[in-house]
Nanobody
Framework: QVQFVESGGGLVQPGGSLRLSCAASGSIFSLYAMGWYRQAPGKQRELVAHITIGGSTNYPDSVKGRFTISRDNAKNTVSLQMNSLTPEDTAVYYC????????????WGQGTQVTVSS
């Protein structure tokens, strides 16, 4: 299974921005979709952005217009640009890959903590 290492998290004030990066242990060129997930304390992990092999992106309403996912197949990395952050965005962020059936195909990494607070 491909493994991922997330980075770029930190403490940011409301309204601020962060850019998260995800490095894969192998090639992501042929992976159907790459996604960014987050898990807040006491909540289930949720998908907040994904990008398919064809470059199509999708976001839930909670982050639409604020988050942007991108993938660099040459560098085997996936990024998440997060703008206009709110305290509700506080969570541990993870990346992973899933197939056309929605099945997770990678190993979960340690994630990167994002804390939005004044």
């Amino acid at each position: 299974q491909v493994q991922f290492v997330e980075s770029g998290g930190g403490l940011v004030q409301p309204g601020g921005s962060l850019r998260l990066s995800c490095a894969a242990s192998g090639s992501i060129f042929s992976l159907y979709a790459m996604g960014w997930y987050r898990q807040a304390p006491g909540k289930q992990r949720e998908l907040v952005a994904h990008i398919t092999i064809g470059g199509s992106t999708n976001y839930p309403d909670s982050v639409k217009g604020r988050f942007t996912i991108s993938r660099d197949n040459a560098k085997n990395t996936v990024s998440l640009q997060m703008n206009s952050l709110t305290p509700e965005d506080t969570a541990v962020y993870y990346c992973n890959t899933f197939d056309r059936g929605g099945n997770i195909r990678g190993s979960w990494g340690q994630g990167t903590q994002v804390t939005v607070s004044s």
